[in-house]
């Protein structure tokens, strides 16, 4: 949602509930885990109102367990952290289910897989980031691809059942590459919201490779 103009905000919730995508992404940013500011509460209630799929909270923020009780509260399915930002990563995933929610753990690009080795059955999904996380509309970093097939080898060998979320500079162009190596969720937003038909966007985005 952070690619969504946010003057026509109801509209945008709508196309999403309209089209083919599965979830709402939302990109929390606090200006100090990343150099830049986005959205809070006010607007993920407003989305949370209106939404007809579940919500999933990309937290970029410092202290993030401070939080988990609040986006839960508003609404939000899918919750994910990142590890950079988690002194005990381990003990705040399992808080986010023990809120009921679906805990993630985001990775930024200069984070190796292995960090989650011991990690990897507490946690429902993992976010690659494939950008430096702050901002919309980056260019993907190619050695995400990497760090998919890395992922995937992880979760088969410890016989995890963890899905693998992809985050930054995706579309059309690269989608069939990031399902072949292994995502299972893909995040889009200016694939979606610059496209001249974001509907055809999202079921293209979807093809079942
Ligand atoms: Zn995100």
Same mark, same amino acid.
């Given at each position: 949602? =952070?690619?969504?103009?946010?003057?026509?905000?109801n509209?945008e919730?709508?196309m &999403? @509930?309209?089209? /083919?995508?599965?979830m709402?992404? =939302?990109?929390?940013?606090?200006?100090?885990?990343? +150099? @830049?500011?986005s959205?809070?509460?006010p607007?993920?209630?407003?989305?949370?109102?209106?939404?007809?799929? +579940?919500?999933? /909270?990309?937290?970029?923020?410092?202290? +993030?367990?401070?939080?988990?009780?609040?986006?839960?509260?508003?609404g &939000?399915?899918?919750?994910?952290?990142?590890c950079?930002?988690?002194?005990?990563?381990?003990?705040?995933?399992?808080?986010?289910?023990s809120?009921?929610?679906?805990?993630?753990?985001?990775?930024?690009?200069?984070? +190796?897989?292995?960090? !989650? #080795?011991?990690?990897?059955?507490?946690?429902?999904f993992?976010?690659?980031?494939s950008?430096?996380?702050?901002?919309? $509309?980056? #260019?993907?970093?190619?050695?995400?691809?990497?760090? %998919?097939?890395? !992922?995937?080898?992880? %979760?088969?060998?410890?016989?995890?059942?963890?899905?693998?979320?992809?985050?930054?500079?995706? $579309? *059309?162009?690269?989608?069939?590459?990031?399902? #072949?190596?292994?995502?299972?969720? =893909?995040? #889009?937003? @200016?694939? %979606?919201?610059? /496209? /001249?038909?974001? *509907?055809?966007?999202?079921?293209?985005?979807?093809?079942?490779?």
């Amino acid at each position: 949602m =952070l690619s969504a103009d946010f003057g026509r905000l109801n509209e945008e919730v709508e196309m &999403v @509930n309209a089209g /083919a995508a599965d979830m709402f992404h =939302l990109d929390i940013m606090d200006g100090r885990f990343v +150099p @830049n500011i986005s959205y809070g509460f006010p607007v993920v209630k407003a989305i949370a109102a209106r939404a007809r799929k +579940p919500l999933d /909270a990309h937290l970029m923020i410092v202290e +993030p367990e401070k939080y988990i009780e609040t986006f839960r509260s508003v609404g &939000v399915a899918y919750l994910s952290v990142h590890c950079e930002a988690c002194v005990h990563l381990h003990r705040t995933l399992q808080q986010i289910r023990s809120a009921g929610m679906k805990a993630g753990v985001a990775l930024n690009p200069h984070t +190796p897989v292995w960090c !989650l #080795a011991d990690t990897v059955h507490a946690a429902d999904f993992v976010l690659i980031m494939s950008v430096n996380p702050g901002f919309g $509309g980056q #260019a993907f970093i190619e050695r995400s691809l990497h760090k %998919i097939t890395e !992922l995937k080898n992880l %979760i088969t060998r410890e016989n995890a059942a963890t899905l693998i979320e992809v985050d930054g500079g995706i $579309g *059309l162009y690269n989608a069939a590459q990031l399902y #072949a190596a292994g995502a299972d969720i =893909l995040v #889009a937003g @200016n694939a %979606i919201f610059s /496209a /001249a038909n974001p *509907l055809q966007a999202m079921e293209e985005l979807k093809i079942d490779y």
